[in-house]
């Protein structure tokens, strides 16, 4: 009886080392997020008419960037997405950022000027 109580409290003990707690579980879960599917990043700013880059970056062609203003209390949501999320646009800046805006490289944590991201350079004959 005293074994059994024994395997019942560790196999209880192993169950709970190995939970997945709301502090330290990734997002969707347990699951590796290597396995999930990406999707593209919200709408934001005016009108929709941006993408969210990050939790306070919101930026689109025709409306430029916003940081931590209103236009981009939308892109908080992507926290609680159950699956990440890539902005579209060219790659771009030495961080894997993509293209934002004309001239402007964007990851989830800042943005840049980029001369590859300028759109006179890219649709120019020279």
Known sequence: MHSACLTVGFLCLVSFSTAC???????????????????????????????????????????????????????????????????TGRLCGRNGGKCATSGTCCTAESCTVDPTCDTRTIFSSD
């Open 21 to 87: 707690y709301i502090s330290n579980c990734p997002i969707g879960g347990k699951r590796s997020i290597m396995d999930m599917e990406i999707r593209q990043c919200l709408p934001c700013g005016p009108r929709n008419r941006g993408q969210c880059f990050g939790t306070s970056i919101c930026c689109g062609e025709e409306i430029g960037c916003y940081f931590g203003t209103s236009e981009t209390l939308r892109c908080q949501k992507e926290v609680y997405l159950p699956s990440p999320c890539e902005p």
